[in-house]
């Protein structure tokens, strides 16, 4: 999934989330490759855009709602968009359905 290291990446993620009509199908929020280093702790978030790999990159630019993250509820180890919210930030279980927007090296 993409990486979001500028506002300009948030314009963008979510111009491809409603031209596709994800909105419509899955929701109000936009999955990102935001994820903690360690799920099953409160670690720090990192960029993960290849799920098969260990790579990460950190995070240099972060727009998380006031009080997130908040890893509530057992755990929260991803991080999605939140349209409701002007596509700030909030970390959420990784099983809840929503849009997701992928990045590919061309
Ligand atoms: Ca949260």
């Given at each position: 999934m993409c990486n979001i290291v500028c506002s300009d990446d948030v314009v963008y993620v979510q111009t491809q989330a409603t031209l596709t009509g994800c909105f419509t199908l899955a929701g109000t929020s936009i999955w990102t490759?935001?994820?903690?280093?360690?799920?099953?702790?409160?670690s720090a978030f990192v960029w993960r855009?290849?799920?098969?790999?260990d790579t990460v990159s950190a995070m240099t630019y972060t727009n998380w709602?006031?009080?997130?993250?908040?890893?509530c509820c057992g755990g929260e180890p991803c991080m999605h968009l939140l349209r409701g919210f002007s596509y700030m930030w909030n970390d959420l279980q990784c099983s809840t359905a929503s849009c997701s927007v992928c990045e590919i090296d061309l």
């Amino acid at each position: 999934m993409c990486n979001i290291v500028c506002s300009d990446d948030v314009v963008y993620v979510q111009t491809q989330a409603t031209l596709t009509g994800c909105f419509t199908l899955a929701g109000t929020s936009i999955w990102t490759a935001g994820q903690r280093i360690d799920p099953s702790s409160e670690s720090a978030f990192v960029w993960r855009t290849d799920a098969d790999s260990d790579t990460v990159s950190a995070m240099t630019y972060t727009n998380w709602i006031p009080g997130q993250p908040n890893n509530c509820c057992g755990g929260e180890p991803c991080m999605h968009l939140l349209r409701g919210f002007s596509y700030m930030w909030n970390d959420l279980q990784c099983s809840t359905a929503s849009c997701s927007v992928c990045e590919i090296d061309l």
